[in-house]
């Protein structure tokens, strides 16, 4: 476990992560810095609680509105699936009907081909 300080707020914490992970945390405190740093520039200084909590409220929303935007996407995603199986299958379905049709077809002609060939035998 790796130990990082990240200041958030105007404040320094002390936080454990996963090696490698360091970075990423970091990131992320900025974020949530950077975001309290935009609520105060908007809300004057309100208490340091409540703009983190308003931080959080604000990063949630924005975490929340992804997440329906990605289960509506994937719904999407679940639909055109659907279609294009559908559409496979049945351009599986047409290919088999004219496979067929051509064959009966071409057991027509064979079969008039053989017609036309006696027809023009003398007769013994």
Known sequence: MAQITVTVGGRPYR?????????????????????IGELRSSFGEI???????????????????????????????????????????????AAESAADRLENIAARIERLAQVMNNAGKPSS
């Open 15 to 35: 936080m454990a992560c996963a090696d490698g992970e360091e970075e990423h945390l970091e990131s992320l405190a900025r974020l949530v810095d950077d975001r």
């Open 47 to 93: 208490g340091d609680q409540r703009l983190t909590v308003m931080a959080a409220i604000s990063i949630a929303d924005e975490l929340s509105e992804s997440t329906r935007k990605v289960t509506r996407l994937n719904g999407e995603i679940d639909d055109l699936n659907k279609a294009q199986e559908e559409a496979q299958d049945a351009n599986a379905s």
